[in-house]
C-alpha cells in the first residue's frame, strides 16, 4: 500500500499538458455520449464536490497509468482505482452510475470538468511551490543533513 501512495504523490508531478490532453478527449467522450442518451436529469448520488475531487484523482491516475509499461498498466490501473475508490469511500459501482448521470446532462458535465481543471490547476500550483526532495544534495538525507 506504501508504493501506491507513493505513487498517488509523484502522480502530483505530472505535467499539465499531459493531464489537459486527457482531459480534452474526456471532454470530447462526453460530448459524443451525451448525444445518444437524451436528457434524462442530473440524478447524482455524491455531493458535487466528491465527484469533482475523484474525477481529478482519476485523472491524474490515467496520466502516470500511461507513463507505466504497458505489461504493467492493467494489474496498476486496477490498483490505482482501488485506492482511489477507497480514499473517496466509495466503490467502482457507484461512480458508474455517477459518472453516467453526468454524462448525460451536458451542461452540468461542463461545470464539474471546470471544476475538476480547477482542481488540478491548483494541484499542479501546489506543486510547484514546494520545495523538491530530489533537490538534497545525494549525500544528505531527508532532514537535509549528511549521512552518518
Not at 21 to 44: H, R, T
Not at 109 to 136: F, H, M
Request: with cysteine; glycine share 4%; net charge positive.
Amino acid at each position: 500500500m506504501r508504493y501506491i501512495k507513493t505513487k498517488i504523490q509523484k502522480i502530483r508531478s505530472i505535467a499539465n499538458v499531459q493531464l489537459l490532453i486527457i482531459l480534452s478527449i474526456m471532454c470530447l467522450l462526453l460530448f459524443i455520449n451525451c448525444g445518444k442518451n437524451g436528457n434524462p436529469g442530473l440524478n447524482l448520488t455524491y455531493q458535487e464536490e466528491k465527484l469533482v475531487r475523484i474525477l481529478a484523482d482519476i485523472h491524474l491516475a490515467e496520466a502516470v497509468i500511461q507513463s507505466i509499461p504497458a505489461s504493467k498498466r492493467d494489474s496498476l490501473s486496477e490498483l490505482y482505482y482501488a485506492y482511489i475508490y477507497e480514499i473517496h469511500e466509495t466503490n467502482e459501482q457507484e461512480y458508474l452510475r455517477n459518472r453516467k448521470a453526468l454524462l448525460s446532462e451536458p451542461s452540468e458535465a461542463d461545470k464539474v470538468y471546470e471544476k475538476v481543471i480547477e482542481t488540478l490547476s491548483k494541484k499542479e500550483a501546489e506543486k510547484s511551490k514546494k520545495p523538491s526532495s530530489r533537490a538534497r544534495n545525494p549525500g544528505q538525507n531527508r532532514d537535509g543533513k549528511g549521512k552518518e
